[in-house]
Every structure is written in structure tokens, then in C-alpha cells.
């Protein structure tokens, strides 16, 4: 496992809920380029039928490293800080189609509570904060949860370039999907249980 940095001490892994829209909107548009991100709306129309299908991974920054104008921190209803930041969220809907179709992307009400595949529709980490280890620790609380949901297993699609990184996990590469999100190629994965 590798540690978090210095500047950051994690939180647990929480779902989400509609106040964590803007920060999930940002950290979306942070991470991928404007063809492929998701959409305010699409997002907003997630996170109001399935918030519990976004995982969250957030920091507290480390207020005794300087950052003095951090102190002093507002706290709201649910114990997070303003200095608490939207670090890797992992996100996506649940449904008996065994292919992530890109008509998933944004009609939220394709969503079925007790379908049997957990879709993937994003892996965003901050740019700041990549190559810590988030992202994959997010991942494994997602396929966990659908483990523990008893799900036949998660699918999600990705560029050729994150293959390896998916594969480390259990995935396996089925081609390239049907997809044409963004406009660009898609590998399907996938990770039966």
C-alpha cells in the first residue's frame, strides 16, 4: 500500500451525497477532457438516483504545515472541513445490460438497484494527486461493494494506455467496446466474481 503525501491525511471512503456536487463536477472537468467528462446536469441526475454508487476519497490538509491561513476551519453537518479536498471518486450505475452502453452516460434511470453488473463509468483522481495509490483504493472499495452486494461483477471501459492498470485488479480485457464516448476507442473490462 503505498502512503498518502505529507500534506494530505485521508478520510474514510464515503458515498455521496447532492452537496458533493461541485466538488465532483470540478474534479471531473479537471480530469478529463471536455468530450469525455461528464456533464453538471448528467452528474446532478446521478447523484439524485444513485448517490450511493459514488465512492469518494477526500483529504483533510495538514493544517501544521504552514498553511496558516487554513486555520480556523468551518465544519458542517457532516464533519467535513473547507479545507477538506475531493481527492479520487470512482462512480457508476448498476443494471442487468452486461455492457456499459454509452446511453448510460446520461439517463440516470437506466439505474437498477438490483441489476447484476456494477457499471464504472469514472476513475477521477486530482491531477496534483496521482501516482499515490488513490485511485486504486477507491477502485477496490467500488468492486468490494459490489462483492458484498452480490453483483455477478463491474465492467467499465478505458483507453489502451490504463489496460495494465485495470488488469492488475482482476479485470480482464474483452476487445474493444462498442463505446464511442468523446469520440475516441474504448477497451471493455471486465471483472466477474
Known amino acids: 500500500m503505498i502512503s498518502p503525501t505529507p500534506q494530505l491525511a485521508l478520510l474514510p471512503i464515503r458515498t455521496a451525497t447532492a452537496h458533493d456536487l461541485d466538488a465532483i463536477d470540478a474534479l471531473e472537468r479537471a480530469c478529463f477532457p471536455p468530450a469525455e467528462a461528464a456533464g453538471r446536469t448528467s452528474i446532478s441526475s446521478r447523484l439524485a438516483v444513485f448517490p450511493d454508487h459514488f465512492w469518494l476519497l477526500e483529504a483533510r490538509r495538514n493544517t501544521d504545515s504552514g498553511d496558516h491561513h487554513m486555520r480556523g476551519n468551518r465544519t458542517d453537518t457532516a464533519g467535513r472541513t473547507d479545507t477538506d479536498l475531493l481527492v479520487s471518486f470512482v462512480n457508476g450505475m448498476v443494471t442487468d445490460q452486461p455492457h456499459l452502453l454509452d446511453d448510460m452516460y446520461d439517463h440516470a434511470e437506466m439505474h437498477d438497484p438490483h441489476g447484476a453488473w456494477q457499471m464504472i463509468f469514472g476513475v477521477d483522481t486530482h491531477p496534483d494527486y496521482r501516482r499515490h495509490g488513490y485511485a486504486g483504493r477507491v477502485l ?9 452486494e452480490h453483483r455477478r461483477g463491474v465492467v467499465l471501459t478505458c483507453k489502451d494506455r490504463l489496460v495494465h492498470f ?11 467496446s462498442a463505446s464511442t464516448h468523446g469520440g475516441v476507442p474504448w477497451h471493455e473490462m471486465r471483472l466477474t466474481f
Open 140 to 148: 477496490r472499495h467500488a468492486i468490494d461493494t459490489a462483492c458484498a
Open 166 to 176: 485495470y488488469a492488475s485488479f482482476g479485470f480482464r480485457d474483452e476487445g474493444m
